[in-house]
C-alpha cells in the first residue's frame, strides 16, 4: 500500500508549505498530495482554502489577490514559530522541488468552489513541460475538471474525489471519465467499494492519520492513503510487513 503525504508532511510541518515539501522528499515514500488554486494574476498556487485566513497572517480570497500580493503574508506562522516566513509556494516551485527524486505527485485542483476558468489547460501545461507526466495523478472534487483533463491529456492519470457514497462508483467513474477512485476513510469499508477495489481499480484514501486505520485499509487491498504523518506511517506500515 503506497504512501502520499497529504499537503507534504503537514502534521510536523504547515500545511502546503516548502518547508513540509522538502520534507516529504527527504522521505522515501510513494508520493506527495498538495492542493491548487489560481491568483487573480492567473498564477498556480499551493493552498488548501479558497481563502488563506487559516493558513497565514492575512485574509482574503486567493482569487482576488495577485501573486505578490499573496506573497506579502507570513504562511507558516500559524503553524510555528519555527516557520515564520515560509511564503505561498507557486505550483512550479513545488514541482520543482520533486522533479529532483522519484516521487509520484498527485495534484488537487481546488476548482469545485469557483471554477477558475483557464486553469486546467495551465497546470496540464505544467506538467508537461516539466516532463512529469507519467508520475503526476491529477484529481478534483470538481469532476468537470477532471474530465477536461483527460480531454486534453488522455495519457495523464485522473482521480475523482469524493465524500459521498455512491451506488455504483464505477459505473459513474467511467462517465466522467476518470481513472482511480479518492474517497474519504469513512467509506473505504462500504461494500460498493470492496468491489472497486477488487476491480484493481487505483483507490486512494484519504486522511488516514492512526496507523490501526492503515492496518484495515491495508487489509481491504486499497492501493494508497494520504497521511498528514508520512514518517510515522511508513515506519509503522515497513515493521509491520
Ligand atoms: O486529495 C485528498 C484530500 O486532500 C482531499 O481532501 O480537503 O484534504 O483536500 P482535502
Ligand atoms: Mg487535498
Known amino acids: 500500500m503506497d504512501i502520499y503525504a497529504h499537503r507534504g508532511s503537514s502534521g510536523t510541518h504547515p500545511e502546503n508549505s516548502l518547508a513540509a515539501f522538502h520534507e516529504a522528499a527527504r522521505l522515501p515514500i510513494y508520493g506527495v498530495e498538495f492542493d491548487v488554486h489560481l491568483t487573480k494574476d492567473g498564477e498556480l498556487v499551493v493552498i488548501h482554502d479558497e481563502t ?10 486567493v482569487k482576488d489577490m495577485t501573486l505578490a500580493e499573496l506573497r506579502s503574508f507570513d504562511f507558516g506562522s500559524w503553524f ?5 516566513g515560509e511564503l505561498i509556494p507557486t505550483l512550479y516551485e513545488v514541482l520543482e522541488i520533486f522533479s ?7 495534484i488537487e ?39 477536461a483533463v483527460k480531454k486534453i491529456a488522455p495519457h495523464i492519470e ?13 459505473d459513474y467513474m467511467r462517465t466522467i471519465p476518470a481513472d482511480a477512485l479518492h474517497i474519504s476513510l469513512p467509506y473505504a469499508a462500504r461494500p460498493s467499494m470492496r468491489k472497486v477495489v477488487e476491480t484493481g481499480v487505483a483507490v486512494r ?18 492501493t494508497a492513503l494520504f497521511t498528514d504523518y508520512p ?3 511508513m515506519i509503522h506500515l515497513n515493521r509491520k510487513s
Open 100 to 106: 529532483e527524486t522519484s516521487h509520484h505527485l498527485n
Open 109 to 147: 485542483l481546488k476548482s469545485d468552489i469557483f471554477p477558475y476558468e483557464g486553469m486546467v489547460g495551465e497546470v496540464v501545461a505544467m506538467v508537461q513541460k516539466m516532463k512529469l507526466d507519467a508520475r503526476v495523478v491529477i484529481s478534483s472534487f470538481d469532476h468537470e475538471a477532471v474530465r
Open 231 to 233: 514518517k510515522k506511517m
Open 205 to 222: 484514501v484519504f486522511t488516514v492519520n492512526e496507523v490501526k486505520y492503515a492496518e484495515a485499509l491495508r487489509k481491504i487491498g486499497v
Open 52 to 61: 488563506i485566513a487559516r493558513t497565514s497572517d492575512g485574509k482574503g480570497f
Open 80 to 84: 510555528s514559530d519555527e516557520f515564520r
Open 158 to 170: 485522473t482521480a475523482a474525489l469524493f465524500m459521498e457514497v455512491l451506488v455504483d462508483p464505477l
